[in-house]
């Protein structure tokens, strides 16, 4: 049996920031347009805390900001508009990505995407210029510089890749300056930051240029996924994961953050893989993975934009199949997978970190308080083709207030599995509404009563956590503490 120890009044408390709940992925502009989209992510944002959402192809031409007709220029911003009226509504902001580039101002013909957006450098920068500045000044005249401010613009997405930028770094570097300086133009407070690149790339090369040329930046963006260069070109998914390791993103987060260093990093993708049909996605996996790396990059990054919040997403076609590995915390119908209920365990939590001692090579724990309450959060993740088995665990916390309640929530193979009672319905293509609703009730997170021992302020209980399994036991005290150095709950 696993040992896990802790002093609940351990005067090494640091505080745990919720650094991963300030922005989430989605996937294409225009499906912002959508009801489904907009009713899950309202869910999303009232269950699971998330401020800002990022997405592609603001400026592709099915947006209609901006065309040319009649050798004449276009511009509409009526369905930007639309969008950003929405975030503002329900108490979100955007993260903004500026992409792709509208084809009456492309040097190529060159296309991502089935939405067929155009990846190649303007024709002419004074047109783009052009663009960027009507469109920021726009939205500092309708919402007003206040708002506006709080917003992040990213110029791009992924220029280090030839799938999504066609010209070279120098390229992409020349452009970021304009964009910026354009930006700053409109007003001083507007934040702007690059090199959003794939893979931790260009981080240090992009410091120097704007270091040396003086160009605007306000943060470093990038993304990151765990099959990122393992395992070799065509090997499936399942392959590359094996190959990679279980703490491979901090790795990347932390060689990151001192890259950058002094700016701040915002992650603006990252998930469990870069597959978008991957089914780890929706299975009790997603979980274990999220709530590990969540809680392991603790102190490192600003922002950890999840990719993506639902599987409403349409990069190569939009599906029908209800779990179809799909990248999104939802399915197309709203049923949460065990993604989305391991970001809803980890909004729950409180404020303060308690150290614990103890471990395993499979099993993770954490130990997170308020006045209130506390929460331990035990995580048995091994990667694909690695062996892994059901462990017990047992914890001791000393000098721990009285309890009056406990409550025990787990993700696993029977519990809060969407997909798995999906499967045991047939795994109906087209479920009907009653199915939709009994798939729905399955993927909640059910709340137990957890047996524990207290005495002289002594707490000990145990868990065995199942193989890619996530446990989480909440200890809510018979009196709020107030003593100095507590934070509430916020």
């Known amino acids: 049996m696993i040992q896990i120890k802790g002093q609940f009044d351990s005067p090494n408390k640091p505080p745990l920031s919720h650094f991963w709940e300030h922005t989430v992925g989605s996937g294409h502009a225009t499906l912002a347009l959508r009801s489904d989209w907009q009713n899950q992510l309202t869910i999303a944002h009232q269950d699971l805390g998330f401020k800002y959402v990022r997405f592609h192809g603001l400026l592709s031409d099915d947006m209609g900001t901006l065309i040319c007709n009649q050798e004449k220029f276009i511009f509409s911003f009526h369905n930007a508009d639309q969008i950003f009226d929405f975030l503002i509504s ?18 190529g013909g060159d296309i991502v995407f089935h939405y067929k957006s155009n990846i190649t ?8 210029n052009l663009l960027i500045e009507k469109l920021v000044s726009h939205w500092v005249s309708r919402y007003g510089i206040k708002e506006v401010s709080s917003w992040f613009f990213e110029v791009w997405n992924e220029p280090n890749l030839k799938a999504f930028w066609t010209g070279s770094q120098y390229d992409y570097f020349q452009f970021y300056a304009a964009t910026a300086r354009t930006i700053k133009k409109v007003h001083k407070k507007l934040k702007v930051g690059g090199p959003a ?3 931790n790339a260009w981080i240090s090369e992009f410091m120097a240029f704007c270091k040396n040329e003086n160009v605007p930046v306000d943060f470093i963006s990038t993304h990151h996924y765990p099959t990122d260069a ?11 994961l094996s190959q990679s390791t279980p703490s491979v993103l901090k790795a990347h987060a932390a060689l990151a953050a001192q890259q950058a260093a002094p700016l701040d ?48 997403f349409e990069e190569n076609y939009f599906p029908s199949i209800p779990f179809h590995g799909g990248f999104g915390l939802m399915n197309i119908h709203g049923i949460a997978k065990p993604a989305y209920r391991a970001y809803e365990i980890l909004h729950s939590l409180e404020s303060q970190m308690i150290p614990l001692k103890g471990a395993s090579s499979t099993v993770s724990a954490w130990a997170i308080r308020d006045h209130r309450s506390m929460t ?12 892994i088995q059901a462990e017990k665990v047992h914890f001791e916390f000393s000098n721990m207030p009285k309890i009056k309640h406990t409550k025990l929530r787990r993700i696993d193979q ?38 524990s021992r207290f005495s002289k302020g002594n707490l000990s209980f145990n868990l065995t956590v ?4 996530v446990a989480a036991a909440t200890f809510t005290f018979a009196r709020p503490r107030t003593k100095k150095g507590f934070r509430k709950k916020r």
């Open 376 to 387: 331990v959060l035990a995580v048995n993740f091994g990667l694909p083709k690695h062996p």
């Open 121 to 128: 450098p303007p024709k002419k920068i004074e047109t783009w």
């Open 265 to 312: 990093v915002y992650y603006t993708e990252w998930s469990t893989s870069s597959n978008p049909r991957d089914s780890l996605h929706d299975e009790p996996y997603a979980a274990a993975f999220i709530i590990k790396t969540v809680m392991e990059a603790q102190g490192l990054i600003k922002a950890y934009a999840y990719w993506a919040f639902s599987d409403i």
């Open 466 to 469: 199942p193989p890619l399994g």
């Open 197 to 199: 690149t794939a893979g």
């Open 90 to 107: 329900i108490g979100m902001k955007p993260f903004v990505e500026l992409s792709f580039m509208p084809t009456t101002l492309s040097s």
């Open 230 to 240: 393992f395992g070799k070109e065509g090997d499936d998914t399942i392959t590359q």
């Open 414 to 451: 029977k519990n809060a599995n969407a997909k798995g009672a999906w499967q045991k319905l047939g795994s109906p293509e087209y479920p009907t509404l009653s199915q939709v609703e009994k798939l729905k009730k399955a993927s909640q997170l059910q709340e137990k009563t957890l047996t």
